[in-house]
């Protein structure tokens, strides 16, 4: 019955729509004639020919008119392709909340905005924020309705996957790196050489954590992108990778990705300065299952450091000869 | 943006621009009076006001402030998305213009309707002439502003496979727009909607 129900409301749809294009068209007379597949649409500035599509139904969905405005209530099990009505992964762009009284009765499929519209907008209907939020159609925005209010408890009771993701990141654990040296705090380097950093290679790796909540997953997935150094002397030092390890027997031309250079000492007879190294991530989340929105951005986060290490500079000797 | 489907995006954008036109109702309306033919050639980056102040009165300062901010906002990114409608690619810059401005799911509709016009290959030049532009409406504490103007579209150039697209000749005179901001707490001015010429019937208006 519900499948019926979708069917003719598309039928409805592409019908209305079709009839409708066909007015403007013959009114104006200034329509251009099309390539097959293709349909005239006026958009600012003139008429165009776009690609004739036909639209799927918006299955997955236990829809149920809401009581109130341009909104309808529904709880959807699914995310489907608007268009195809194929089940989609509820992060694709097509996927959403199949809302039918939307869009002056077509129905559309829509997210939640985010951010909300600050309290006080057209767009609340006279109502507080406390009392629901506004979504948005995916098909295009702002004609005739298609934001609308959808009070609490009829729109998808599914949790903001942005919440979810900062659970996800709480719990995430991220490495506290292990900072290397060379010369190690067994020896000693002198001012204006270059020392080699790094961490363990392993240290160097993609964190992906999930949580769920209800129908909805959260995947939030930690990137290394840089170390942060500490040179223990008031100096940073960023690199963009874990570095190069140094081992005995590597000879002088070996390279390294990462390395620093202490320049002065305030002990004429030598400085130690603890070294510590910070991984920083670029924290992403994707959702799956039923989404309000299907992914976001956490930004940069930096993990504690872990073990220091230490480095003694000493002023390189000059020997004068006679 | 390689996660969008192309082709999905693509077809939904052109879905998108069906229901649009079915959404004009008419596009253009014969029955309309002419108005005078532009003869403003406004650049979008000056704030031109209709010939009469009075619908300030009926605002705070701190609430036409407001306004002139949102209207700023709006502005900027007129300017900063033409270069990318008159290239008609959509590329994650693109994108990631749309997202400084939009709210989601907006700013994905935004740039399918991008994709929609690289399918068909259609490029979108200039931006329309702004003979005057006012408050329609002000939230009290000035963080929702709606701007009315009105435009000349025909200084919008629109080409499909390089030819000049048919003029729509409700077009051919000014139109009222209305762009809706907000600026929820945390976030610069955002555009919650647009609703010009194309997506209702044409409002004529008076320069």
Known sequence: MQALRVIAATVGLILSSLLMQAGPARADGGAPSCPPGQTPSQIPGGWICVVVTVPGTPGGTDTDPGPGGGSGSTVPATCDDIYTGEEVPCTDPNAGAWFPNAMNGAGCNAYMLQPQPKPGSPLWEGHDPSEGSVWGCDTDFANNGNTFFVPNGQGPTVVDPAVLAQRALGRMKLVTADAKIAPGPNFHTYINIDNWLWIPPEQWHTLNLSVSAGPTTVTVTAAPVRVDWNMGNGETKQCADAGRPSTPGMGESAKTTCSYAYTSLTNPDGDTHTVSAQLVYAVTWACTGTCLTPSGDLGEITAPAGQTTSIEVRQRQTVVTH | ?207
């Open chain 2, 1 to 207: 943006m390689r996660r969008f489907h192309r082709k999905t995006a693509a077809a939904l954008g052109a879905a998108v621009l069906m229901l649009g036109t079915a959404a004009c109702g008419g596009g253009d309306d014969p029955t309309s009076d002419d108005s005078p033919s532009p003869t403003v050639s406004s650049s979008p980056t000056s704030s031109p006001s209709p010939t009469s102040d009075a619908w300030k009165k009926k605002y705070t300062p701190a609430q036409l402030k407001a306004y002139q901010d949102a209207l700023a906002r709006w502005t900027e990114y007129e300017q900063r998305s033409e270069p990318i409608w008159a290239r008609g690619k959509a590329t994650e810059a693109a994108a990631n213009l749309f997202k400084e401005y939009f709210p989601s799911p907006f700013w994905q509709n935004q740039y399918k309707r991008l994709a929609s016009y690289e399918q068909v290959d259609v490029k979108v030049s200039g931006t329309p002439g702004i003979y005057w532009s006012k408050a329609k409406s002000v939230s009290k504490d000035g963080g929702s502003v709606e701007i009315t103007q009105c435009v000349d579209n025909t200084q919008i150039k629109v080409t499909q496979h390089g030819k000049p697209a048919k003029p729509v000749k409700a077009q051919q005179r000014p139109n009222l727009r209305t762009i809706s901001l907000s600026k929820p707490k945390g976030y610069d001015w955002l555009i919650y909607g647009i609703e010009d010429a194309s997506s209702g019937k044409p409002k004529p208006c008076k320069p």
